[in-house]
């Protein structure tokens, strides 16, 4: 769902549409021993189909451990209108009927927006990385927001304090300057790519 954000710096009736966020779905299903060929071989395809649908960024199919017989398939999308499409097509759900006789259980998530800023990317950089950004952003919010927050509110009760702190300090960092500075140093944090 796009929502439409009137912009209190663009001229009467301009609209302005945030950006879409990329979605990612994992879907766990714990397959009966006797179809895991079967399973596997289902799943290949459906990944295969699924990457042919527009907005896909990726699919992929996480095996289960020893002692178990959990799969896990983790579909990436662009936004929640690509994923929409993907999970209303007639491909999928004629791919979805022959699930009952394969899987004895499933479970469904969804992670989208903030959530999927804290999701790995599939060939990650050194961590150590990722942290000096992390902290620098950080750093550059917290000063910022002791010099021109602040020193207004020095009569709230120290919680009221922390919890303003706390709530501009997370939306800032996940939804402006993260998305900004992992696009600016892409390059750097995964080098390689």
């Known amino acids: 769902m796009t929502t439409r954000l009137r ?49 896909n960024l990726g699919a992929t199919l996480l095996r ?40 004895d259980e499933e479970r469904y998530a969804r992670v989208d927006g903030l959530e999927s800023f804290f999701t790995r990317p599939a060939s990650p950089g050194p961590r150590w990385r990722s942290a000096v950004l992390t902290i620098a952003a950080v750093f550059l919010i917290t000063s910022t927001l002791q010099l021109l927050v602040m020193p207004h509110v020095t009569s709230w009760p120290w919680p009221m304090r922390l919890l303003l702190s706390a709530c501009i300090v997370v939306v800032l960092l996940g939804y402006v300057v993260m998305p900004t500075v992992t696009r600016l140093f892409s390059g750097w944090l995964r080098p390689g790519r």
């Open 7 to 55: 912009s209190r710096f663009a001229g009467p009736g301009s609209v302005t549409v945030p950006p879409a966020e990329p979605v990612t779905v994992t879907v766990a299903r714990v397959v009966r021993p006797d179809q895991r060929q079967t399973f596997e071989r289902w799943a290949a395809d459906i990944l295969a189909l699924a990457a042919t649908f527009p907005g």
């Open 64 to 103: 289960p451990g020893p002692h178990s017989s959990e799969y896990h398939l983790v579909y990436r999308f662009r936004d929640g209108e690509s994923l929409a499409r993907w999970e209303r097509s007639a491909e999928r759900q004629a791919a979805l009927r022959h699930m009952p006789e394969m899987v």
